[in-house]
């Protein structure tokens, strides 16, 4: 199959007219952006995105956020992300960058790795309360005036803050995390890692039995406990994902419906297309030629 674009660096300054100064590092300024459209993405860049005004819904994978200003979401890349801004506009600042854009000149290469929110069951959003963001919102100062500037050393100094922004970050999610972990459940952990495997092997297995056998419960078990903390049932969380590559793999306008079908691991096109439409209530084809 095709390698399958991502967004990059370049996409990200073209669709919204910013310069590319570095080839692995984006700033992009505080910015009102009004009710629109969204499509699922991926990116091949790590991002902060800062909420500072307004309300949205972000999902990443399977997980919805629903956001309130100030907040942070922090999403590691080729994780399938998407806004839905239906509350009105939202006024936000966000950063893109590339591992080897944190970790150069670092002794520790696996610094970037070890921040939980940007491992695939992590939490990807947390809220701020206003001295949170006095600290958050000075680093980013410092980081943009960094960046306007006509230093020598201005890259090391952006990597430097970015550094001490990411390590800001983990230590309010830690505080925020541990808190919320105390209060789940057996049900919530055994979702999560549900969640987690059907993440890892949805291309390839859409069986309720797989799941319950690799969690060592029954299929009863798993339906009944996922229906209660999720409120979907597992069948709908599969077809759900599986809807949600495919509307990213049908934004590739280089894969033709048949390639996404065998990636997919249908049958064929055709029971492809009517598992689509039978989840989404349009066809691939129609769905790709409604795309922006």
Not at 258 to 278: H, P, V, W
């Amino acid at each position: 199959m095709k390698e399958i674009k991502k967004i990059g660096i370049v996409d990200i300054t073209e669709k919204f007219g910013l310069d590319l100064e570095f080839k692995d590092f984006l700033f992009k300024p505080q910015e009102i952006t009004p009710n629109r459209h969204f499509e699922p993405h991926r990116s091949e860049m790590y991002s902060l995105g800062f909420v500072l005004k307004g309300e949205a819904e972000f999902i990443v994978g399977l997980e919805p956020y629903q956001l309130k200003a100030p907040s942070i979401v922090m999403v590691a890349p080729d994780e399938v992300r998407n806004w839905i801004l239906n509350k009105g506009a939202i006024e936000t600042k966000s950063l893109f960058f590339t591992e080897d854009f944190v970790v150069s000149g670092l002794i520790d290469t696996l610094f970037l790795k070890k921040f939980s929110f940007y491992k695939r069951n992590g939490q990807h959003a947390i809220a701020l309360n206003p001295e949170d963001l006095a600290i958050i919102q000075s680093l980013l100062h410092q980081i943009e005036q960094k960046k306007n500037s006509d230093l020598s050393n201005k890259l090391e100094s952006i990597q430097a803050l970015l550094r001490a922004l990411l390590l800001e970050i983990e230590g309010l999610y830690d505080i925020k995390t541990r808190n919320e972990h105390n209060t789940y459940s057996r049900s919530f952990y055994l979702t999560e890692k549900f969640k987690e495997l059907l993440s890892e092997n949805f291309t390839r297995h859409r069986e309720v039995h797989f799941y319950a056998e690799k969690l060592f419960v029954t299929p009863k078990h798993l339906s009944q406990v996922v229906k209660e903390e999720t409120g979907k049932t597992v069948s709908e969380l599969i077809n759900e994902i599986v809807c949600l590559e495919a509307k990213v793999l049908l934004q590739a306008k280089a894969l033709n419906i048949s390639e996404i079908s065998l990636y997919l691991n249908f049958a064929t096109a055709t029971f492809f297309g009517k598992f689509f439409k039978r989840n989404t209530g349009t066809s691939p084809l129609e769905y790709r030629k409604g795309l922006s």
